[in-house]
Structures are given as structure tokens and as C-alpha cells.
């Protein structure tokens, strides 16, 4: 499409808009659009916003492209119409909201209730922010048939975003999505969509619910002596600015940790986040305040979650008592480690229990979890898929825990999304069992090294936005597909997985095999001598990914460095064979 062409279809769109019933600042931005800008004009309009991983994310602004309580509420009124036509035989539906500390989360959170309500379900509204895990938890609670929590994760702060989940708290999946946006495509008009109804119809969620979430979580404890012996283990906790601010130290309070130290200038509930450039802890930057306040005050363990409470970044201390972050896969591979270990020591594991993880999380997860006799199912990215299959073997087998690479853990199954909530009360009682070894956090992770081999991984990615940079990604993901590497870091590519055509093919005999998993865009080359490589492109962000896991061997402790580095060597040459 040229851009003359595109630019007449955005003004039509742009004008539909003006004809609609909608309130004066919106009305008098778009005209402002359409005689001052003519390139935000096309971004804010040349696409409706999709779901991706579980529902809507995006810029905030007008138009159809952009977060507002129009295109809040046209996914609503889609998201009423199909649930009405799911649960007819239900004499009243049923759906929880929450929503975290981002500008205009409260807004479209008070927007999707009315709208529910307008539509004859009943609303539970949670009365202030709260992480993402607690809206999982309520729906499985109050036996919803739905839920929508407003949050944007660990996106910048022009962002927020809106994520559905079905009646087993987990967020949706096939076909639930795919028939949520056809209703959403079906509604023409922002005039279709019902903003008022009856109030009775929305209940709201008071501190009380808190008390039964944090509850349920300290049933997951399994060294409650290790913790009364490591009580005043020195913790540094920060919630960068969201929802994470009351529940984890309540959590951990709970759990029996007494030293549980804050940073003051992010505990400030604020949805431009402005002591950091991304509250994604992921990212050193975004630990850097907990790790000085931790250094200030002798603290062992520093721990921070993203605004809506369902990631958590780590912090502690190597063998010369140097503060280090550990990524999401080491963090992972800690609790997968620590949990097993002690369901088999409490005499837990009869053989019907099982993990998770995802295809591009360390395959450490998978060796921890076969050496104690434990399932291991691989699924898609996407912690929604974690509890698909949570669903799937529910009253059948036994859920010990769940990973993802990208700082998602959970335990137990009366929550099915990742919750840093529990992750942190975890990873706390983590420590505190090995100190009762005599050991810390990071020489645990070296004894699981020395015990299964040294992992390394890595995540690369490249920001290409908007439009154009969306067809950057594509056309990068169709040159991988059409010109496979034959060799990586002078390894033979022996399997390409392809998600996305659902073939997978061993180089060495041409054979081809189905992927029994949902179509996803997503390319991983596998070389001889266990490499992996992962690429796709992100659902909720204009970047295409690169994971990176490379395998060594540790045989001493103190070998470990020089072995990281040959890991690390070989990770960089990687990247340059690939083009990044």
C-alpha cells in the first residue's frame, strides 16, 4: 500500500471516529492529528490494536492503534458479547478486574466494570492496584467466568495494556482469542459499545482479599525451621514505583522474614516511574537504587518486581561479597533446584508430579527436574501456556512449579500466571534453606553448575517500531527461514525447530517431524553440541528476540569465571554469525 493510499484510509478512519459519540479532548486531538501531524496521525490509526500474548498493549492516546477507553471498551464490549454467548446456560456471569500503577490504569479499569455491568455481568473491582497473580487468584475465587487486569508489565510508561483471562485464571489462549477479536472486529462503531449499567452489578474488592491471597501463598513454605532460623536474613525489596509495594512485604512478613528492608523513593506508587528509565527488572538499571540501599545496609539479598507484581530481578552476593544480578534463568534454576529438592526430602514425589518451563528457558530446568523423576513439559512462550497445561492435568497429576526465562516463576496451582508475589517469599526461603547449608544463594547455583553442567544464557534484541519496523521484523524472520545457518560457533545445525509451520527438521537425515505444539512465529537452530538458539519476534513489543543458551562443564568452583568467559566468548561469536 503507498502511502498516499494509507494516508486517505487513516483520515477515514480518523473521521469515523469524529462522527462517533466521544468526549471533547479526544474529539479535538484527532483534529489536531489531521491538520498538524501527519505521521502520528498514521501510527495512531493505520492498524487496529491486536491481541497478542492474552489481550491489548500499547501506546496511550487517541485512535485505533493507540490505549484509550474506546479501544478499551470495544475489546470489552467484544470480550461481554462472547462470554454472553460461552455462558448462556450460567444465570449470572461473572468477571474480576485489577489494575496497576500506570497512568489511566484506574481509568479503563472503572471503564471496563461499567461496561460489564452495562452488559448484565457482574464486575468484582478491586479497589486499588494490585499485582497481576491476585486478579488470577480472585478469579479462581469468586468462580468468575472471566477476568481483565489493566496493566502494561514491564513496558515504558507511554504504555499500558489490557489482559484477559478465562475462568481457570490463567490468560487466554486458542480459541478464546482468536473468537474474542473476531467479536471485537465485528463491533463498527465506538457507538455499539455500552459504557453505563447498573452499579449494583460492580462489587468491589477490599484490603481484606489481600489477607486470603497472602495466606494461601504461606501455605507453599516447605522449610518453615530453615526460616525461623534465618529470620533476620537482610532483605532489600523494591516494587519500582507498582503494585508489588503492600503484598510482597506482607508476603514476606508472612512467610516469617523480619528484616525486610524498602528504597523510600520507589515506593511511591507512580505511573511515570521516575526514578528509573524502565521499571523492567530484567534491565541492572532498574535494580541499581535496591542495590545501593543494599550495599548501605549489609543486605545478602535484593530483590525487585515490575509494575504489576508478576516478574521479579534478583540480586546477591558472589564469593568475594560482590552484589551480582542473576537472570531469570539462574533465578529459575534456584527455585526449580530448591523445590524439587525439598518435595523429594519431605517425601512429596510419588512419580505424578510434574514442571514446566518454556521452549526458549534453560534446559537446566529440564536435567534438575529428570534427575529427580519429575515430568517436564515444554511449551510455547508465554506463561499462559504454563497453565494450559496446568488445566490439562488438573486432578491428574501434581503441579510443583513453572518458568520462564523472562523473570516468570510459579508454585502451587490456586494461581495460574507467574507471581513475583510468591516468587519472592520463595526465593527468600531459597536462601534461607541454603545458609542453613552453609552456603549463599550464588554458591547453591554453583553446586547445581557442578552437579549438571554450566549453562549460559543470554537475551539479545533489536527495536524496530511502528509500522515500518514491523515489516523490518518480518522480513528478518522470513531470511531465517528461507537461509538457515548449516553451522553455529563452528557446530553443525543438526535440528531446525519452525513453530510457526509446526515441522521440525534433522539436518543429518532431511527427515521432518510434527511439532505437537500451537503454531508461533518462532525459529530455534540446535547444534551438535546442544546450542540453542531462539528467535521471534515479541507479542507485546516492537522488538525481535534472540535467546541464546550455550552448554559447558564446571568442575570446580573456582573455575567457574573462566569457564563463564569461554561461554561468553562463544555467545558474542553467535551474534556476529547471525548478523546482530
Not at 462470554?83 to 484506574?106: E, H, M, T
Request: aromatic share 8%; with cysteine.
Amino acid at each position: 500500500m503507498d502511502n498516499e493510499t494509507l494516508l486517505r484510509e487513516v483520515q477515514e478512519k480518523a473521521g469515523t471516529w469524529l462522527d462517533s459519540k466521544i468526549d471533547d479532548e479526544t474529539r479535538e486531538r484527532i483534529q489536531y492529528l489531521l491538520k498538524n501531524d501527519e505521521n502520528e496521525l498514521i501510527e495512531s490509526f493505520y492498524k487496529n490494536l491486536e491481541f497478542g500474548t492474552g489481550g491489548l498493549r500499547g501506546i496511550m492516546g487517541v485512535g485505533t492503534n493507540r490505549m484509550n477507553i474506546y479501544t478499551v471498551g470495544m475489546a470489552t464490549q467484544g470480550l461481554c458479547n462472547y462470554l454472553i454467548s460461552c455462558f448462556q446456560d450460567i444465570p449470572q456471569v461473572k468477571v474480576a478486574i485489577a489494575y496497576d500503577c500506570r497512568n489511566n490504569s484506574q481509568l479503563f479499569a472503572k471503564t471496563t466494570a461499567g461496561i460489564f455491568a452495562a452488559n448484565g455481568i457482574k464486575a468484582y473491582l478491586f479497589d486499588t492496584l494490585k499485582p497481576t497473580p491476585e486478579l488470577s487468584f480472585a478469579i479462581r475465587h469468586f468462580g468468575c467466568q472471566s477476568g481483565v487486569v489493566i496493566t502494561a508489565s514491564h513496558n515504558p510508561k507511554e504504555y499500558n495494556g489490557y489482559k484477559v483471562y478465562w475462568d481457570d485464571g490463567g490468560q487466554i489462549i486458542a480459541p478464546h482469542d482468536k473468537n474474542i477479536i473476531n467479536e471485537v472486529n465485528k463491533i463498527s462503531s465506538i457507538n455499539e459499545i455500552q459504557f453505563e449499567g447498573d452499579p449494583g452489578l460492580i462489587e468491589t474488592i477490599g484490603s481484606s482479599f489481600d489477607e486470603l491471597y497472602v495466606d494461601k501463598l504461606a501455605t507453599l513454605s516447605l522449610s518453615l525451621e530453615a526460616i525461623q532460623q534465618q529470620r533476620d536474613l537482610k532483605i532489600v525489596y523494591t516494587p519500582i514505583h507498582g503494585t508489588g509495594v503492600k503484598l510482597v512485604p506482607m508476603a514476606l512478613k508472612k512467610f516469617g522474614f523480619t528484616r525486610v528492608i524498602n528504597v523510600p523513593e520507589q515506593d511511591e506508587v507512580n505511573g511515570d516511574f521516575p526514578t528509573v528509565h524502565s521499571p523492567n527488572p530484567e534491565e541492572s538499571a532498574a535494580l541499581a537504587m535496591a542495590m545501593q540501599k543494599a550495599e548501605e545496609v549489609g543486605a545478602d539479598l535484593v530483590m525487585a518486581t515490575d509494575p504489576d507484581a508478576d516478574r521479579v530481578g534478583t540480586a546477591v552476593r558472589d564469593d568475594q561479597g560482590r552484589l551480582i544480578l542473576l537472570n531469570g534463568n539462574q533465578t529459575g534454576s534456584l527455585l526449580y533446584y530448591y523445590l524439587i529438592r525439598k518435595w523429594s526430602e519431605n517425601g512429596k514425589l510419588t512419580g505424578n508430579q510434574y514442571a514446566v518451563k518454556t521452549i526458549v528457558t534453560t534446559e537446566l530446568l529440564a536435567d534438575i527436574a529428570r534427575q529427580y523423576g519429575v515430568e517436564i513439559f515444554d511449551v510455547l512462550t508465554g506463561f499462559k501456556f504454563i497453565a494450559d497445561i496446568m488445566q490439562r492435568e488438573e486432578g491428574r497429576k501434581e503441579f510443583i512449579v513453572g518458568s520462564e526465562e523472562s523473570y516468570g516463576y510459579l508454585a502451587g496451582d490456586f494461581v495460574r500466571d507467574k507471581d513475583a508475589v510468591m516468587s519472592c517469599a520463595l526465593i527468600a526461603e531459597t536462601s534461607a534453606w541454603a545458609r542453613t547449608q552453609g552456603k549463599t544463594l550464588y554458591e547453591l547455583l554453583l553446586d547445581i553448575y557442578l552437579e549438571f553442567g554450566l549453562y549460559l544464557e543470554q537475551l539479545t534484541f533489536i527495536v524496530k517500531k511502528g509500522k515500518s519496523g514491523a515489516e523490518i521484523i518480518a522480513g528478518m524472520m522470513q531470511d531465517y527461514r528461507e537461509t538457515p545457518p548449516a553451522d553455529l560457533a563452528g557446530s553443525r545445525v543438526v535440528l531446525i525447530h519452525d513453530y510457526q509451520s509446526s515441522q521440525s527438521l534433522d539436518t543429518r537425515t532431511g527427515k521432518t517431524s510434527t511439532i505437537e505444539l500451537p503454531k508461533s512465529n518462532v525459529l530455534q537452530f540446535i547444534t551438535q553440541d546442544h546450542t540453542k538458539v531462539s528467535i521471534r519476534p515479541s507479542g507485546t513489543e516492537p522488538k525481535i528476540k534472540f535467546y541464546f543458551s550455550v552448554k559447558g562443564s564446571l568442575e570446580k568452583r573456582e573455575e567457574y569465571q573462566k569457564e563463564k568467559e569461554i561461554l561468553e566468548q562463544k555467545i558474542d561469536r553467535l551474534k556476529k554469525e547471525l548478523g546482530i
